[in-house]
């Protein structure tokens, strides 16, 4: 049996189009929303991204360490001892001279310092940002890769966030890091 040619033409009500929009947002706030966590004595929280796990690698020498289900793209916590009063510019300078000095890595570059703050409980504190071109000498074959160095003062404690992503680094995968950057909140010891 033949249907008659009738087209059907379906009217959305500004009320309708607006539900989507707001459900459609949602949907995307949830699908990249990463869950909270607490480490480092209670003194750091990050947005560690969907997908994301806890790595064990590095664990005795770092705070924390997530990684991508795939292992190419990574992050790390340490807590550093550089004392009170140094500026950031300085510590910024010590952690890209270690890179170069390291003897499994092939320092190609560093990127523009970028000063900022990171979010605490009831004040902002401190932070500098850098990126690294390198490559990863890993026995026969190397690996072109992305650092993303983040360093910063609380005023009791001072962290390094060490990230890193073989290249190439999918806009995603770029994305995720700074995300997660962004996302840290500090306190500082009572």
Known sequence: MLLP???????LTKAMKKGFVIWFLLSLAILHAGERVVFADNALSI??????????????ATLAGWETS????????????????????????????????????IFHKAGEYKSGQVNGVNQ????????LDVTFKAGPKDFEMNYYLFAFDTGDSQYFLQASSTKPVRGVREKQIMDLIRSIIAQTRP
């Open 5 to 11: 040619d009738h087209s059907i033409r379906v009217t």
């Open 47 to 60: 947005e560690v991204p969907d997908g994301w796990k806890k790595s064990e690698r590095n664990a005795d």
């Open 70 to 105: 795939d292992a190419t793209t990574s992050v790390f916590f340490q807590k550093m001892n550089v004392g009170r009063g140094i500026d950031m510019t300085e510590i910024m300078d010590d952690l890209v001279n270690n890179f170069d000095q390291n003897e499994y890595l």
């Open 124 to 131: 902002k504190f401190p932070a500098i940002f850098t990126t």
